[in-house]
């Protein structure tokens, strides 16, 4: 995992948080001398198109349609970059190799932290399977920042909850999140169980990187773990929460543990999780 972030990969679709996606990218680039790869991944166009006899002049109609997105796409992150902010080095590419989710997830192997954008059930992109940013989670294994489909975002990462387990995924969550623990003014570990010994290990390790944390510690944990960490952080003031992403893979399709579901169809902020 990173000790610094000097590279971001950032996933853009054809959905409505173009511009908000780009700025919190910007400010997080700026803050740790990192440059941004933006990539829009968009479903191969003949992965969407049934297969029909006689199809040609629909099939030529459609690929003029994705066309024309990635155009728009392209077009909304050059605006986006044109916005007062930070000056950082950015690049664009565009990944469409089925399965989306997997190619997405090879171009992650060379980044720090991941930029994803949770969709909005409202308004969904049509170019972006259902399950993207937890299969690119899974299969990258890399810290992934997930911004909450919609509302203001926050200008910085100044309050940060920890939703901690003694699991390899909330590991490498805190790993990978360590750069913006250690910029933090206050961080907070959420912990419930029997876990009592374990958070002077992690106490330690955090004290090792210069993070200085506040527990917060339940004998049980809730029937809802991932409403009660939203909630939790909300009362908190958090900015930002780390967590591990559970869940396993299915005849193709990323399934996700009941807390990590809960916490993304939720989400009021940015949650960075590892898988």
């Not at 720090?112 to 949770?118: A, E, H, K, M, S």
């Not at 399977?129 to 909450?148: T, Y």
């Amino acid at each position: 995992m990173p000790t610094e972030i000097r590279q971001l990969l950032v996933h853009l679709d054809a959905g409505r948080r173009i511009r908000e996606t780009v700025s919190c990218a910007r400010r997080l680039a700026a803050d740790h001398g990192a440059c941004i790869a933006a990539v829009h991944a968009p479903v191969p166009a003949m992965a969407e198109l049934p297969i029909v006899p006689g199809l040609g002049p629909a099939a030529q109609s459609f690929l003029e349609f994705q066309k024309e997105r990635r155009r728009a796409v392209h077009a909304s992150f050059e605006r986006a970059m044109r916005d007062p902010g930070p000056a950082v080095e950015a690049t664009w590419g565009e990944v469409n190799e089925f399965p989306l989710a997997g190619t997405f997830a090879e171009a992650a192997f060379s980044a720090d932290l991941l930029v994803l954008t949770q969709p909005d059930p409202q308004h969904r992109a049509e170019d972006v399977p259902h399950d993207f940013n937890e299969a690119v989670v899974a299969a990258s294994g890399k810290p992934s920042l997930i911004l909450p489909p919609s509302g203001a975002l926050p200008m910085g990462f100044r309050t940060v909850a920890i939703g901690w387990k003694p699991t390899r995924e909330a590991a490498r969550a805190v790993a990978g999140a360590m750069p913006l623990l250690r910029k933090a003014a206050r961080v907070h570990v959420l912990a419930w169980g029997r876990q009592r010994a374990l958070p002077l290990n992690l106490a330690g390790y955090l004290r090792a990187h210069g993070v200085t944390a506040q527990w917060h510690l339940q004998d049980q944990e809730p029937p809802r773990a991932g409403e009660h960490l939203l909630a939790q952080s909300a009362e908190l003031g958090a900015d930002l929460l780390v967590m591990g992403c559970y869940g396993h893979s299915r005849a193709g399709e990323w399934l996700l543990g009941g807390a990590s579901r809960s916490v993304l169809r939720g989400m009021a902020l940015p949650v960075l999780m590892a898988h």
